[in-house]
């Protein structure tokens, strides 16, 4: 008997010949290309009507898996960094007056009983607030840039203005306008508040050093920080999370990234107000007025996936209101009209 090639032998009567695997393979692709099984199979509920169902809900992914965010809502950071967040600030905005009291103290040789005193100046107060935002840039920076090997601006949310999934195209130059426009209401709307002079903030103009520094301050530096840490720090955050507590509901997609959006602009706006109180003396209608800005910016942030535009919006807000101010106090040597 001669051998066949490569050592194969007929195969014995009744034993069909198997088909070599990647044949067996492209036939059961080929019967069904979505699920790579024969077209004739028994499906699930024939095999077992019962178990099914249950096996099935326990496999299936949770509903938020299916959740499609905006680019500008997928973030690398949590709620614990968040919390990790809020200590650091915490923990600048007590000790950084402290030291600084301090080193100002031993630089002029006064007692360290002079603590309180100084801290009611109000460059010091004015100086003592740059600090802390650097602080809270620095931490920022740190932990979503540095430590993560990630562009820092980009992952906070600082983008070109481009157009919108809308079809809408944004200029520049038409946020500062806006932030101007709002400016004019918010004037209008705090001139009429009984005991808004009592206000801390209105105190610094008594100072016109301090009062220059604080609107050098207004302009140059509180855009940055704030819509850096309000509105590509803390919006995508809150908006995210209510879109996945919607979606995880039963809320399809769209909807859910919708209602997200507006709990994220309604929830930042509100902060913004609530951050400000003190420097309002806390009063109700000047919080509310600032509320309904913080809202307002928040939702140029949303409606244009970038944190420029808010921060075009409240650069024109607080340059325009630095320059009314000025020109209003005259160099912020007499107290403006109405006090």
Same mark, same amino acid.
């Given at each position: 008997?001669?051998? +066949?090639?490569?050592?194969?032998?007929?195969? %014995?009567?009744?034993?069909?010949?198997?088909?070599?695997?990647?044949?067996?393979?492209?036939?059961?692709?080929?019967? /069904?290309?979505?699920?790579?099984?024969?077209?004739?199979?028994?499906?699930?509920?024939?095999?077992?009507?019962?178990?099914?169902?249950?096996?099935?809900?326990?496999?299936?992914?949770?509903?938020?898996?299916?959740?499609?965010?905006?680019?500008?809502?997928?973030?690398?950071?949590?709620?614990?960094?968040? %919390?990790?967040?809020?200590?650091?600030?915490?923990?600048?905005?007590?000790?950084?007056?402290?030291?600084?009291?301090?080193?100002?103290?031993?630089?002029?040789?006064?007692?360290?009983?002079?603590?309180?005193?100084?801290?009611?100046?109000?460059?010091?107060?004015?100086?003592?607030?740059?600090?802390?935002?650097?602080?809270?840039?620095?931490?920022?920076?740190?932990?979503?840039?540095?430590?993560? /090997?990630?562009?820092?601006?980009?992952?906070?949310?600082?983008?070109?203005?481009?157009?919108?999934?809308?079809?809408?195209?944004?200029?520049?130059?038409?946020?500062?306008?806006?932030?101007?426009?709002?400016?004019?209401?918010?004037?209008?709307?705090?001139?009429?508040?009984?005991?808004?002079?009592?206000?801390?903030?209105?105190?610094?103009?008594?100072?016109?050093?301090?009062?220059?520094?604080?609107?050098?301050?207004?302009?140059?530096?509180?855009?940055?920080?704030?819509?850096?840490?309000?509105?590509?720090?803390?919006?995508?955050?809150?908006?995210?999370?209510?879109?996945?507590?919607?979606?995880?509901?039963?809320?399809?997609?769209?909807?859910?990234?919708?209602?997200?959006?507006?709990?994220?602009?309604?929830?930042?706006?509100?902060?913004?107000?609530?951050?400000?109180?003190?420097?309002?003396?806390?009063?109700?209608?000047?919080?509310?007025?600032?509320?309904?800005?913080?809202?307002?910016?928040?939702?140029? +942030?949303?409606?244009?996936?970038?944190?420029?535009?808010?921060?075009?919006?409240?650069?024109?807000?607080?340059?325009?209101?630095?320059?009314?101010?000025?020109?209003?106090?005259?160099?912020?040597?007499?107290?403006?009209?109405?006090?």
């Amino acid at each position: 008997m001669t051998e +066949r090639a490569n050592n194969e032998f007929p195969p %014995l009567p009744g034993n069909p010949v198997p088909d070599p695997p990647h044949e067996a393979a492209a036939e059961s692709v080929a019967a /069904d290309p979505v699920f790579g099984s024969p077209p004739d199979a028994p499906s699930a509920f024939a095999v077992d009507p019962i178990s099914y169902p249950a096996h099935s809900a326990e496999t299936a992914p949770p509903p938020y898996h299916s959740l499609r965010l905006p680019d500008d809502l997928r973030i690398s950071w949590s709620w614990v960094h968040l %919390l990790f967040f809020l200590l650091s600030g915490f923990a600048s905005a007590e000790a950084l007056p402290l030291l600084l009291a301090i080193c100002v103290l031993e630089y002029r040789h006064q007692p360290l009983a002079q603590v309180q005193q100084l801290a009611a100046n109000a460059t010091f107060l004015v100086t003592t607030q740059v600090l802390i935002f650097g602080a809270i840039m620095f931490f920022l920076y740190i932990t979503l840039g540095v430590l993560r /090997d990630a562009p820092f601006w980009s992952t906070v949310g600082w983008k070109r203005l481009i157009v919108s999934a809308s079809g809408r195209i944004y200029k520049p130059w038409m946020f500062p306008l806006l932030g101007g426009g709002l400016a004019i209401l918010v004037a209008v709307g705090s001139s009429r508040v009984k005991d808004a002079e009592n206000a801390p903030i209105e105190q610094l103009f008594k100072d016109p050093h301090a009062a220059f520094l604080l609107m050098a301050m207004a302009v140059l530096v509180a855009p940055l920080v704030e819509e850096t840490v309000f509105r590509g720090y803390l919006y995508p955050l809150f908006a995210s999370s209510f879109a996945k507590v919607a979606a995880h509901y039963g809320v399809d997609s769209g909807r859910a990234v919708g209602f997200g959006t507006v709990g994220g602009v309604l929830l930042t706006g509100f902060l913004f107000g609530l951050l400000h109180g003190w420097q309002l003396g806390w009063n109700v209608t000047l919080v509310s007025l600032l509320t309904l800005v913080g809202v307002l910016f928040t939702f140029a +942030r949303a409606a244009t996936g970038t944190v420029l535009a808010s921060f075009l919006m409240h650069l024109g807000y607080n340059s325009l209101l630095a320059v009314v101010t000025t020109i209003a106090t005259k160099g912020f040597t007499v107290a403006p009209p109405g006090h």
